[in-house]
């Protein structure tokens, strides 16, 4: 079945960077996306960015994380990252990633209920 497990999250001061990790196994085929969502204290599981495997690799993002968030994939390593920059103590949270359908709006919307399987998840801390 489709295994997702997340790293490289940890505490980073306000401005700092890090890079999340998604490594995949249990795929056949390339028709899947892959999304990252995080979820804070006390708060709803969001959208973050989305990368369609399927789509020719189109990516989307969440408006707040626009500017300064980069999703990737690495196929050789199967995997797919999330390079945060310039990061805030808005960001803090725990982030997962998730397997979705490939075509569709599942991954532009980052419909939640739409993914069919969960990381276990890495927190991120942005604090000074």
């Known amino acids: 079945q489709v295994q997702l497990v997340e790293s490289g999250g940890g505490l980073v001061q306000p401005g700092g960077s890090l890079k999340l990790s998604c490594v995949i196994s249990g795929f056949t085929d390339d028709y899947y996306s892959i999304a990252w969502f995080r979820q804070a204290p006390m708060k709803g599981r969001e959208g973050v960015s989305c990368i369609s495997i399927a789509d020719d690799d189109a990516t989307y993002y969440a408006d707040s994380v626009k500017t300064r968030f980069i999703v990737s994939r690495d196929n050789t390593r199967r995997t797919v990252y999330l390079q945060m920059n310039n990061l805030k103590p808005e960001d803090t949270a725990v982030y997962y990633c998730?397997?979705?359908?490939?075509?569709?709006?599942?991954?532009?919307?980052?419909?939640?209920?739409?993914?069919?399987?969960w990381g276990q998840g890495t927190q991120v801390t942005v604090s000074s």
């Open positions: 998730a397997a979705g359908p490939g075509y569709g709006s599942v991954c532009p919307t980052m419909s939640k209920p739409g993914f069919f399987s």
